[in-house]
């Protein structure tokens, strides 16, 4: 089983939509979780990060995590076309030393 | 703050060649700085995770003969393709953490390099 998984579409949904992206985790020991954004042909952003189990919310994006299932998602609300992109989950390991990726959501939203 | 920049952007190459990618941290000093490999619609692949003035620790399968990475000084790491070959044809991208070190294990990422090999 891979320490990340997420499903790497692709997600196409109209502008306006409410997206959902998730990941699950194998490890109950992590705490910190993130989400990066790469456009194409680009390097990956951080966009949101959280600690621990919850909700945390930046504009239109929510970044939840659920550790009793070891369930990760980012939430948009009213998607643009400029959110296209793909997204891709992330988890500090080996002490924080390296990061862990999932496999990157591609994302279209179309106008 | 916190910018990554790599050069070239683009190379092409022949086969046999050596290439080399630079990454450089323009406004902040690197502990460590991350190379990974993307292909096509996947993910990112760990090459090796570099810090100033050691040798860079090498993931399982990647060949450090193949990919010499040097990290002369803080702000500035190196990745050597030696002697590439049309399988090394790839996105590479390079990440740098912080001095002061976030609890998050928070990567800036470079913008990537396009390496084609003929």
């Known amino acids: 089983q891979k320490e990340v998984e997420q499903d790497p579409g692709p997600l196409s949904v109209p502008e306006g939509a409410i997206v959902s992206l998730n990941c699950t985790y194998s490890?109950?020991?992590?705490?910190?979780f993130m989400w990066y954004r790469q456009y194409s042909r680009k390097g990956p952003e951080l966009l949101m990060y959280?600690?621990?189990?919850g909700n945390k919310e930046d504009g239109r994006f929510t970044a939840q995590v659920d550790k009793s299932s070891k369930y990760i998602s980012l939430f948009i609300r009213d998607s643009q076309p400029s959110d296209s992109a793909t997204y891709l989950c992330?988890?500090?390991?080996?002490?924080?030393?390296?990061?862990?990726f999932g496999a990157g959501t591609r994302l279209f939203v179309k106008a | 703050g916190a910018v990554v920049s790599q050069h070239p952007s683009r190379v092409i190459c022949k086969s046999g060649t050596s290439v080399k990618i630079e990454c450089r941290s323009l406004?902040?000093?690197?502990?460590?700085m991350f190379w990974y490999r993307q292909f096509p619609k996947k993910s990112l692949m760990l090459m090796a995770t570099?810090?100033?003035?050691?040798?860079?620790?090498?993931e399982q399968g990647v060949e450090k003969d193949k990919f010499l990475i040097n990290h002369a000084s803080l702000t500035l790491s190196t990745l050597t393709v030696t002697s590439a070959h049309p399988e090394d044809s790839s996105f590479y991208i390079c990440?740098?953490?912080?001095?002061?070190?976030?609890?998050?294990?928070?990567?800036?990422f470079g913008p990537g390099t396009r390496l084609t090999v003929l």
């Open positions: 990440s740098a953490k912080r001095m002061d070190r976030s609890p998050y294990n928070e990567q800036f």
């Open positions: 490890n109950s020991a992590f705490q910190y």
């Open positions: 959280t600690y621990s189990s």
């Open positions: 992330a988890i500090p390991s080996g002490g924080g030393f390296k990061t862990i």
């Open positions: 406004d902040f000093q690197a502990t460590t």
């Open positions: 570099s810090n100033e003035g050691s040798k860079a620790t090498y």
